[in-house]
């Protein structure tokens, strides 16, 4: 590990364009243009996402899927279903279970910020060539996707390990 933090430059400009994209995102939440922006939260979307790519499931296939724990899919699907964009069913080989299932008017609403969504993408990359946005999906999926391996195996982005605990300068 210190072998990769000596030097800096590079890996410098990296951590600090990550920080800024994280607080604009943040701060925009990216949430498209136009009446749909800002209009759904990110544990909605996420949440509303995965149900429509991956179909009906229990809360805790939904938590594991996400990396996040049951209480807090509960939490965070109870607005979901008072709204009517998730609908709860019984399982269908065990009718004690209970399933989320994405309902016709959450499909709506989710492809309507998703629209909203990517046309905000187009826009923020409009002077891209069709190889730079991908090659700029392939390295940021890339990199969500380390970053979700250092998290299943226990270890907070920040370097600390496991057990260690992260200090406010790399929390931030």
Same mark, same amino acid.
């Given at each position: 590990?210190?072998?990769? @933090? ?17 607080? &604009? ?5 990216? +949430?498209?243009? +136009?009446?749909? &922006? ?32 049951? #209480? ?8 979901? *279903?008072?709204?009517? @964009?998730?609908?709860?069913? #019984? ?6 279970? *209970? *399933? ?12 309507? *910020?998703?629209?909203? &969504? ?5 826009? @923020? ?7 730079? &946005? ?26 600390? +390990? ?11």
């Amino acid at each position: 590990m210190t072998t990769l @933090l000596q030097g800096g430059g590079l890996l410098d400009d990296l951590q600090h364009q990550v920080a800024v994209f994280a607080r &604009r995102a943040e701060q925009t939440r990216l +949430g498209g243009v +136009g009446q749909v &922006r800002n209009s759904m939260d990110r544990a909605a979307y996420l949440l509303l996402n995965r149900l429509d790519v991956e179909g009906p499931m229990g809360v805790k296939a939904l938590a594991a899927g996400m990396g996040i724990d049951s #209480s807090t899919v509960t939490r965070q699907v109870a607005p979901l *279903v008072d709204t009517g @964009l998730v609908k709860r069913t #019984s399982h269908p080989d065990d009718g004690r279970a *209970v *399933v989320l299932e994405l309902s016709q008017r959450g499909q709506a609403r989710l492809d309507e *910020v998703r629209s909203s &969504r990517r046309e905000l993408m187009a826009l @923020l990359t409009e002077g891209w060539t069709q190889e730079e &946005r991908e090659s700029f999906c392939t390295l940021l999926t890339r990199f969500n996707g380390a970053l979700s391996e250092r998290q299943s195996a226990g270890q907070p982005a920040s370097g600390a +390990g496991p057990g260690e605990p992260e200090s406010e300068a790399t929390a931030s």
